[in-house]
C-alpha cells in the first residue's frame, strides 16, 4: 500500500516564475511511521514548537523562531537536509507535472490546478500498476471553493477529458483533503516540491540548486534504460506534451536545463 500526497506550488507568474508546478510524494506504507519519526526528530533538532510548520521556504519561519536562535537560516537548512535524507532512505518517491504559464494563463485556477492533479494521479495510478500495489491519495486544501466535488468525480469516473472516454484509476481506493500542519507528510510534501520548484524556476548554478537538484532528482519516480535512468513520463510530466510552435522553446530550455543538471550528477559519480 502506497499513499500519495499532492500540492501545487508557483500558482502566479512573474519574471522569475515560468512554470506552474503540481506534485505529489509517494510513501510506502511500511515507511510511514519512520518517516513521521525521522522529520519529528528534524523538527525537534531545529528547535520548533509543535505549532510551527516546517517547509521549504526561508520566510515561513516564525519571528519567534528566528529571534531565539540566531543560526536560525543554518538550522532550517539542516532539517530540510535531513527530511530529503529521510526520503531518500525510506523509499520515497515523487511526481511532477510542469505546466508553462504563458500556457497557464488561458485558463482559471481551477482547470490549472485540476489539470495538474490529474497528470501527478494518472501518474500515481502507473506507480501503482508498475507495483502491482493499490494507494489512497491525499490533496492539500484547494484554492478554490467546492474541491470535493473533484475528489468525488476521481473516485467515481477517474481522469476526465473533453474529446475522449473517462480513464478508471481502480488501484486508487480512496481520495481525501488534507492541509498544511495536519502531518509531517504534508512537510515532506512542500520540501521535495518547493525544492523541485527552486530547481525548475531558479538560476542552475544556484549554490542552493545544485545542492538540492541531485537529491530531488534521486527521489523522481523512474523506469530503468539500459544503464540510465528515464524520468520524463514517468516521474515529471512537461504539459502540454505537444507544446504549441510558440511555447516550444521555452520546453526546450528547461529540458536542456534538467538534462544538463542530470549530467552533473551522473559525472559527480564517475
Not at 524520468?231 to 510530466?237: C, V
Request: aromatic share 10%; charged share 25%; proline share 4%.
Amino acid at each position: 500500500m502506497y499513499f500519495l500526497f499532492t500540492d501545487e506550488t508557483n500558482r502566479v507568474a512573474n519574471d522569475e516564475v515560468k512554470f506552474f508546478i503540481y506534485g505529489g510524494v509517494i510513501i510506502p506504507a511500511d515507511s510511514f511511521p519512520a518517516l513521521h519519526q525521522r522529520v519529528s526528530l528534524a523538527r525537534h533538532q531545529m528547535g520548533l514548537l509543535a505549532t510551527e510548520e516546517l517547509k521549504f521556504e526561508t520566510r515561513s519561519r516564525t519571528r519567534r523562531f528566528n529571534e531565539a536562535h540566531p543560526d536560525a537560516a543554518a538550522r532550517h537548512a539542516l532539517a530540510k537536509s535531513r527530511v530529503l535524507d529521510a526520503c531518500a532512505s525510506l523509499g520515497v518517491k515523487f511526481l511532477a507535472c510542469a505546466v508553462l504559464h504563458d500556457i497557464a494563463r488561458s485558463r482559471g485556477q481551477e482547470e490549472l490546478v485540476t489539470w495538474g492533479m490529474n497528470v501527478v494521479i494518472g501518474g500515481f495510478d502507473r506507480f501503482l500498476t508498475s507495483e502491482g500495489d493499490h494507494g489512497v491519495c491525499l490533496i492539500d486544501n484547494f484554492p478554490f471553493p467546492r474541491g470535493d466535488r473533484v475528489i468525488r468525480e476521481k473516485f467515481q469516473r477517474g481522469l476526465t477529458f473533453r474529446d475522449r472516454d473517462d480513464i478508471a484509476l481502480p488501484r486508487i481506493l480512496s481520495y481525501g483533503f488534507t492541509t498544511s500542519g495536519a502531518s509531517h507528510a504534508s512537510a515532506v510534501t512542500d520540501i521535495v516540491l518547493g525544492g523541485f520548484r527552486f530547481c525548475v524556476n531558479g538560476r542552475e548554478d544556484h549554490p542552493a540548486v545544485c545542492d538540492i537538484f541531485p537529491r530531488i532528482h534521486s527521489l523522481l519516480w523512474s523506469r530503468q534504460y539500459g544503464t540510465g535512468r528515464r524520468i520524463l513520463d514517468y516521474g515529471l510530466r512537461l504539459m502540454p506534451k505537444v507544446p504549441a510552435a510558440v511555447h516550444r522553446v521555452e520546453y526546450t530550455a528547461l529540458r536542456d536545463k534538467l538534462n544538463r543538471m542530470a549530467s552533473r550528477i551522473q559525472l559527480g559519480n564517475s
